[in-house]
Each structure stands twice: as C-alpha cells, then as structure tokens.
C-alpha cells in the first residue's frame, strides 16, 4: 500500500526498515504491535527473496499519537524482532531529517537537480555541505546558500585529504554522501565509514561500459540505448548494489556528443530517483543487491 | 547526420529551416549554394510528408568562411527556394541567441530545470524575463539573478494585463514564451502574436485528459501509464502541435500523489526538450503537427 | 514475493484472489490458515486502496499436502473472511486449467501469438473454440487443431447469433473470452454473461482515440508515442477496466501503415500480458479498475 | 521520407543500399538518375558518420516503370558510384524475396513468432528450411508445412556438420540465417560463408552479459532492467554489430524465472525487428557497428 510523499507540514512518521529469515507470522506481530501502540500504519510493503527465503519489509506508521515513548517502542521492536547475524533493522521518524553531503568535480547537471529538490521542499533532508575536488561548483552552491569546501585531492595526499573529508562529515553529522558527478574514486577506507550510505551515478547501463569514458565507449560498440545506473558504492569500482537504471534509446545518427547529451537527462533523473529512495527509507542492501520498495 | 550541441565558444553557425512542395533537386541546389559560398555543412536532414508531398528540411554550416553577406545569401535563397503560400522558410545565426520569457505561477520544477540548462551553458539561450500570476516564484528568479515581474492576472482585469505583458514582451525583444507550469489560459490575441512561439507543458499524454487535474483522471480511470506533453499552444486548449511527449509506468500501487510527484519528472525532461529542439531550430510546423528532427 | 510461471508438470496449486473492506489481522489469518492446513505457500501480495480502504490480496500456496478437501478449504475461508456487498474472492486450483474462447474477425497477428503460447506451455490454458465473424482465420485454427466456428454476425441478426454464441460458450464449459482483433462490439446482454470475463485489445493508449481508425488519429494528431490498451469489456466501448498498456516512440517519419505495422507487436504484447495476467488470478476488478498483481 | 512496407500485391520495388566516403552532390546524382530512368522514389533516408565521414545511404523506387533493364540499371550506377575498397553497395527488387534458414535448438517463442510473421504476409520473405540441433521445433515446423534438417552436432563431428548444413544452405539458395535461439557457436568458417548475413539473438543487453545464462547473471547483479540484443554473427562470441536492442523493468520481487518469462518477450520482438530491418534492406554494416534506416 502506498501513501503521498511528506511535503510540508505532516504528522510526525515512524519508518522501520528490516530483513532478517523468514518467520511465519512476523508481518501480523509487527502491524499489531503499530496498531496496539497507538499508530496508524500509512505505508506497508514486505517481500520474501525465493533463494534465501530472507524477509524485507518496510513498515511506516502515523507516530503522533503513540501512548509509548521512542524509547519504548524501540525496545517492544528489539523483543519481537530478536538479533543476530541475519537480522538488521532499524526504526527512524520524520522530524529527523536525513543530512546529507554532496560531493562534485566540474559538472553542474546533478548538482541543480538536487539543490533544486531539496530547496523547493519536495526531498525531507538537509545539505549543509557541498565538497569539490575543483571550485567549478561553488558559485552554484553559494547560490543556494550552502557551504562549499575544496578539497584539491590528488594521489599523493589522498590519504591525507580523505581523513580531513571524514572528520568534515562527522563534524556535521552527516548521515549519507552523494557522488554528483564526483570525478574522483573513494578509498576502501573512507567506504567502509559509510557503508550502503554513499550513493554513485554512473553514465551507463551497468554493468556494460564500467570505468572511464562510458558513452564513447557506447558509440565505439554501436549499441542501440544508452543508460544510467546509480549504485550503492563499493571497494570495486562500479560493482556496487544497484539502486536505480534508466536507458534511452538512440541510432547511427547520434554522436558521441549526442550521447553525452541524453545522458546528461539520465545521470540526474536516475541519481535522483536513487536518492529519493534513500531519503524515504526504501531501500534494503543485502548480497550485494538492494530491495526497493515503491 | 548529426553534429553536437553547442556549448562554450563555437564557430559562427547558420540553421536553414524550410518547409515546401517537394521539387526534385532542391536539396543538391541548397546544400551545393551553401558549400559554393564558403559553408561548411554540420548537420543536413529531410523529410518528404507522405500524405501532402511537402518537403521539410534542416540545414546547418559554419557560416564563419562565408564569401557572401549574410543579406547576400539571404537573396541567394530567395531566389532559389522562391515564395507562395505553402512556402515558409528561414535563417538564423547563433550569434544572435533566442530570447526566452518564462511565465510561472507557484510550481517551481519546470522553472528551476530550465534556468540550470541555459545558466550552465547546456542551452544557447538568453533568458531576461520570468512573468509570474503569483509571487512564489520570485525568489527562485533573484537566485539566477533575472528580472521578475509579477501580473496578477484575474477574469477581469486579463484584457488589460495581456495587453502590458505583450507590450513588455516586445520591449524585451522576446522570441518566444515557455509556460513552464503557468495556469492561466492565454487569450486569442496573446497566442496570435507568438504563433508557434509559445510552448506549454501539460501533465498528461494528450490528447488523453486534457484540462485540468489530468492525475486525478488518469488515477480514476486505472491507466496504467501517465505522461506528459509538450506542445506549441494554439487557441484551442490542450489541441496545439504536440513537440514531445514520453510516459512511466505506473500500477494500482500507486496514490494520486505518487502520480503527481512522478509526472514532475516527466514534465521537466518532456518541457525541457521540447524548449531545446526550438532553441535549436529543428522544429517545423505544418498542418497542425510538427516535424522534430533529431 | 514471486514464484515462478508453472510450465510443466508442477505441484497443484491453489490460489485466493480477494478483495474486501481493509480489517486488521487478515492477512495474518489467512497465512496461518493455509499454513495449518498443510499449505506452503509460494506467492503472496497484497494492497490497500488508499482512497476506498479497500484490501485486495492474491495468495498461492502449493496444495499437494493439504491436510483438508479443497471443499472443507473453502469452508473454512468462508468463516474466517465472512460475507457481504463488498466481499469478493474465490479459490481456483491448478488442476482445473481455464478454458479460454478467441473471437476472431481477419487479423491474424493477436491469434498466432496466443496460440503460440498456449502450445508451447507457456500458459496453463485450453482452447476448445476459436470464433470468427469471418472464414479468414480458420487455416489458423486449423494449423493448431483448434475447431473453428464462424458466425456471419451483422445488424440484423446480431441478436440471434449472440444467443447461438452464448450457448456454444456454455456448452463447451469456456470460462473467459479474448478478443483477438475482433471488429464486433458485443451487446450488453453479452458482457452481463462474462463480467470482467471478456478482454479486449484496442489498438490505441486510452483513454485517446477510442473507437475507430485510432491510428489514422494518432498521425492526424501528430503524437509522438503510439499505444495498445488491454482491458475488461463493459458495456461502454472502450471505457472497460484497463489492465494492460503499453506504448513506443514514433515521429514525424513515420506514415499510417508505420504506425499499424508496429502497432501490431504492441497489440500482441500487450494483449497477451493481460491473458497472462487473467489465467494466473493476478486481477482484481473494483470500482471501474484493476489491481493487477506482478 | 517513408513508405509503407509491402503487404499482398505491391508494384515492383528496387532498393539500394550504398556506403562510400563523403561526395558532394552524389545524392542528388542518383535521385536524378533514378527520376529520369523512370523510377518513382518512395523512400529515401541517408546519413553521414561524423568521425569517419562516410556517406550511408538507402534509396527505394517503383520500379515497374523503368525504362532501363536491371542491367542497364546496375551499369549505369556503376558508373556514377565508381568501386574501390571503401566503397559497397547493392541493389536488389522486391520480386526476389529474400530466403531466410532458421537454425532452432529446443525454444519455440522466436521460432513461432517469425513463421507467424512469414505466413501471414507480414514479411516479404520465403522461409524453405528450419535447421535444428535437436528434434524438438520439428512438429512446429511441420505445422507450418517446412522442411525441418535435423544435424546432431556436437564437438567432435562440428566441423563436418557445418560442411553439410553449408552445402545445403548453398543449395537451398538461402540469403541469410537467423539463428532463433540456437545454442550452438558458429565456427569461423561458417560466419566468414555468411559475413553480416547470420542473425543471432542474445538475451541480454549487451555488452552486459555475454555468454551463457545472462538472467540468472542479472539476477544475481541485481540489475533493474533485463534487455536482449539482436546482432548480426562475427566470429567473436556475442561481439558482432548490433541491430536491435530492448530492454524491460524488473525489481527486486522477480525471480530468475519471471527474468525468463520476460525475456521470452523481449527475445522475439528484437530478433523480429532486426529480421525485418534485414528484410528491408535497411542495414548497412560497417566498422563493427550497424546503420539501421528507419
């Protein structure tokens, strides 16, 4: 079951997002458990994966009128749901908006939509922070009232660079980190401080044209789409869990310029769609894949 | 064949559109007037109308090597191509760029897509003029730094008002109008001062649900896709030349406000594409349809 | 949750289509019943109608261990969902194959694709009877071995062969009808007989350009996508619940018999999908709209 | 420019497809060259390659008023097009039906689907021999009345069986192949027997996915589209230029086999288009990649 997305003023939302193996009878407990506890359940979307019979659902539930405490309804959670290596979930409510960092090089298209989405209200979150590894963006971030830090990362100081990153986004507490045409790749380490939490766009349909140069790559092979894919990054370049894909349709008739031009359209529509997901809290990593729910 | 888009500082280019009774050996006449003049051809397509026999044609070349004055050739064509009244054509250089005035009313995803594009240079376009019914958009306007006028346009006052607007229009020296989300139906007299030269967006995939609340319809009537369209606006509401159009998918899953909240990434992308095909003079119109080329 | 399509020798299925006034607990009493009862269950979705709080779900679960008749299994669903104007649901199992009739007139594209299908054991399906307004598709049937009635239906006697018809369909136990290109519009008497039974396929995105020639209107209109509408007949032309869309790209190149040329695969598909969709009790009807599960 | 494509009874038609490198003035040669022998143009589509500068085009006239022979034709055009190793072209008339082998391992949905096509009329094709590797498609292809070869290939006798089906390929005075779901590789020497004249279908989206089981690859990446691409055989394995491609939504709830189900879909619309494209004579191969005419 679906409902509107939050814009505005809206009743304050619980979300829990969970999987863990199946159990029969885990869907009625955790409806009755909102339902007893004063919620009026808004979104509930649930899914068993056929190879390793796991369970995923996301349950979201009116909070305003709960008779029991965050805290309490945390631990009433803990003793159903139970713990183990299996089992993640967690519960999160709508006056805490998601704070997120940006990271971009010299492209302004994903940069505008977002700002763009995130100014007009349409995306619940926060951006206290753009980060460039060039000053290409920072009039567009100014523009927008937001912070702009350079960081000139380069192989010799990337080590150096990345930990002064990483203190940055603790220090604003941020919770995820979106790689806006971010022309740089992220070391094992800074991936490991966010894991399934730093979301990628790349110009292709992967896992065709991965790396460099994707859509002259697509030109070179002649295939007849081209597409977009943002993913969950991963220590593998590109190799990440997929979140969303997108292709449009092209000829003979277009040039690699073309190409790069289309895709401009797919890059941020599909990175947008992704981060959309995140924010909503609709996505579950697991082997590697994502669930998400609608 | 296809040349890519301008962006940064290109040589002088000149676009030939021309709509006529087919006539054997025109297109050799013009492409071997152009290369004989010093024009170097980038981009040269053509469509014969099965139904009328009608002859459609782009032509671009760097104009920068031309032996001849832009009057000159002018004449040239003129004397080649000829006049009647099934004859329309013309010539444009991108030196001179269009000139944009967008008119909003509270709907800020349309308007904010269009000044990223001709803000970062993905648009050959000048853009001195957002007309707004309401104030809401003014403060996006300021953000881009362009003059914002705000006419509070009501049943009564809509002659007078109309009247001002086109007045300002013509000071500015406007080429045409983007309706990015305007909801206000123009007069007769406003549209036939700008013919073929006002774009609108509407939220649906005409000719299904014109009209107002096209999501509200197409929730009620079950479809199963929803789209959006672009079109010139005529004095026939929702009926004008249709530019682009594209859809998604949706299901019974999803709530009116999920249908609202996907339709403003359709109208974005369909009105934003529409704009460039004009921007770049690939559109001609015929018999209450266009011709696109790519 | 999804299983896969049986081809093949399968275990015996049943499967629960439902839909009844949204009531707490109910879909963990109908697990916990099928799961008691010896069932496993393989499929499971569900939806809540925002507007109408209206449940809707379809369960299967392999029927081979059952510990009760399928007679005392229907008993008990009987008590645990109740009765009432706005209950519906049904058990159907897999042994009990639909029998599916095909109303032809001299199109064979939609014929030769659901044969194909229903052959080759794509779906579980039997197709006693294929009808024709004219003698042009018998060869068809012929080739596939399925008997072939043809009734010189017109103006006049139209009455008196929908009699002949209805009685041929209830002698050969048929429990849906496919129009498959048929060029007749059924009385109401007819469509009484086989509610949300009857599926059509009409060669245009409704709700544009019901009734004829839809692709002589789509040129004439100048739209830029084309598409094919599956969906229950009703007693109104074209304005039966919708269960099945899709659409493709066309331009300005592309003359009439473009369009009815790649219509026909969009009409195949998309009436096929919607067979589909029937013979795997994956539709609910309410309020004029399907719910079609994945 | 378009025309219909030819169904049932049509006049005479001739077509020319020609690649050469960029000449001034040469499409308007042969235009003149056709209209003053007495040819009717009825479509005319041609393209430049922006990197290479090469010149594609394909030309199609009524040619029942000629007042040259196909001899004089051919001479003539010879004369204006010259030869040289970066020049080919060809022309060839509708009375000489292309004729197409279908080589077929055990799936019938591509097999089923282009026999409908060739019946019906809906090709201007002659289909004298179905070729399998196992017996499975022979009932299909008796009940469309064509001789079904059955070679049991394997590793050891590959090469003599290849020397035979060659020989009866030679025989039969085939044009070309379509390899419907053959899951056999071709040896160099009989791709080489056929360049650009062997069709295959692959079911993925290629680059992604080569090779074998590319749905449960998907599947296991967790990629939100599954596609399938039709290209013509090189003797590099799923490497050869690309005709077709299609792709579809899926999700997380889909399992391999609903991947499998949707293919099957895919698979037969894109092999179908590319056959038709071929068919048409709109394809022109070149540097590994493909023009495919509208």
Redesign the interface.
Known sequence: ?????SIGAQPRQASLLLRCPLR??L??EL??LV?TQGGAIQY?DQ?????SRHY?TCLKWDASGMKVSDQGMQERLHTMIGSGPDIEWSVRYSDQPMRMAIFVSKD??CL??IL?RSH?G?WNVQVPLIIGNHADMAPIAE??GIPFRLFAINKENKEEIETQQLALLKSEGIDFVVLARYMQILSGRFVQAYPSRVINIHHA?????PGARPYHSARE?????I?ATSHYVTETLDAG???????L?V?????V??LV?FG??LEK?VL??AIWSHIQRKIIVHN?????F?
């Not at 079951?1 to 997305?5: E, R, Y």
Request: net charge neutral; glycine share 6%.
């Open positions: 079951m679906s409902t509107p997305q029969l009878g869907a009625a409806t009755n339902y509930h899914n068993v994966d056929p190879d995923y302004p298209w505008y939509d763009a007009s349409e523009r927008f349909f992967l896992p065709a044209f092979r002649g295939v007849k789409m597409g869990p997929i979140i969303e894909q997108d292709v349709r000829s003979h008739r277009h040039s310029q073309d031009r401009r359209d529509i947008s769609r590697g894949r994502t669930v998400v609608d």
